[in-house]
DNA sequence: CTGTTAGCGCCTTCAA
DNA sequence: TTGAAGGCGCTAACAG
């Protein structure tokens, strides 16, 4: 490859020029800048930012830290963050943590081995690997899930009021024992979805009884075997409220796998959008987020902040959306 | 940050000697070893990958350059991408081209400007781009998509043979006027299983005019734009064929929309599987595609041609599969 | 406006 | 087995 060095002695200029004029900073008189655009087309240069970012000590990468982007979920809030990325000048690097904090915390190492300029991390529980980023003074956005004990820019939804409306709509349509499969215990978004819940519960005159309450993995195969357990109870529910969408699928297919009737025999309201949630037989009645926005908003908070390393912390809290659909009301 | 000088002098020997420790390469005495290990945990020393890149003149990064991470096929391919690749020490870029060369062909710039160890590319169509990385003797391998008129390593499904399946089994179900929404001209899976379809049709004796072929471009919109095309034409078709999986949803929402029944009206077959396709109102006839293996695979090739750059190209082609479900049989 | 020079942090020959 | 020293390619002071 042909070198920063290789271009001036073409150009019949200093390297310095080269740079200057590659990087558009001071002037350059035009004769020059000609000679050297020329002479970087000639020899087919392109600068090695390896080099440029050691010099400059900072890189132009994002690691986004998420549990699985085969939940579309997190699939368009990457989505979101790569589209603002892109633009100010940043490639993502996708980590898969598996809901794993160990698997987290190697990602966490190596975004700081790799000097990444920025996070966005949507935390399996334990605030520690966020804690690391934040005294090694790496930019960092939480998303989705909150950081509990650290201050750190967020953007979330309101998990609670999403939760309480879903579960409330359940209510008004004549469902009684109203159960909730929600999801890990140390992730906040479970914790307050299935707060949300029970609050709904509350002001509906309803009971709450634990029996009526799972926690499951926020996967396909927990929303089965949760829902498959509430219908195995000794008092089972009439109706359910999913707190994500992959473990709503999972107890769909449960229910129609065990001939259970839906909406009829027990009503069905998932939190998060499911793709093609309206061809789906019933068509499910959902929470719906803005995902695509939560990534566009911690994108923007990140640049935000690495352009601006000491201003206070912010959240931003984007609203939820009822989708009513059929699978709801009997 | 503390560098790996702060660490020698500390543990009182030299930067080599911390380098050796830090990558198990020579031996070096225990007692030494001991004081670098005790000197790195109190300064909380990290390598700093840009400089140890720079000076091994290689990285651990793999760009992934697909059309659309949105799209659940590509999803389940860059998962298949990420799990092989972080067990290899590379982490993954993702990169969206949008089916834009132009987008495409920044990324391609952004991979040979940060020396990315690899690249895994879903083209986009022209295989200028594919030809710079290779040029530069960068590792490619193709994925999903073929490059046309070079020589480069490609993990590829049987999209003709898929296709063919497909249009067959309207055909057997008593379909005759089957028609074919397939994708853009320039990607060579539209292409091909475009020519499934036309020789499934000649094979079962029926027609294939080209009033009955729409040509979209892979997305929900395109698919539903191209079926109410396909019902507005004089003669409409009794059964459909849609060439990936968005098209397919795009298509059925079309024909939810107008009321038009399926299976009984029209018949319906997709390419690429459907998350939740089980679940729809009909469930869906699709032809499978091994996602997950086919990033796998890429990765696999990837990491052996890093390893043997010379040896040459190799072409995997992986098996579809037809899931009969609703939407097909009347 | 342009060139010279030092050094970002690390690894790796080379010599001891 | 260990240390000294050079240089990966680039940019940013500093001179001129």
Redesign the pocket.
Known sequence: ?A???DVAQRA?????????V??G?????P???ARVQTAVRDLN????SV??N????RTTLWAVIISDVGNPFFTALVRGVEDVGQRAGYSVVLCNSDEDPAKEARYVTAALEDQMAGVIISSSGRSANVQRLIEAGTPVVAIDRQISGTRVDSVLVDNEHGAELATAHLAEHGYRRIACITGPRTVSTAVQRLRGYQRALAAAGLEAPDSLVRHADFREDGGYAAMASLLDAGDPPDAVFAANNLMTVGAVECLVDRGVAIPAEIGVVGFDEIPGARLFRPSLTTIAQPTYELGRTAATLLAERIAEPDRPPSTVTLQTDLKIRESSQR
Not at 45 to 48: A, D, F, V, W
């Open positions: 490859m070198t920063i060095y019949q200029v200093s390297p310095a020029t080269v740079s200057r590659l990087n900073q001071a002037t350059v008189d004769d020059l800048a240069y392109r600068p090695n080099a440029r050691l010099r400059r000590s």
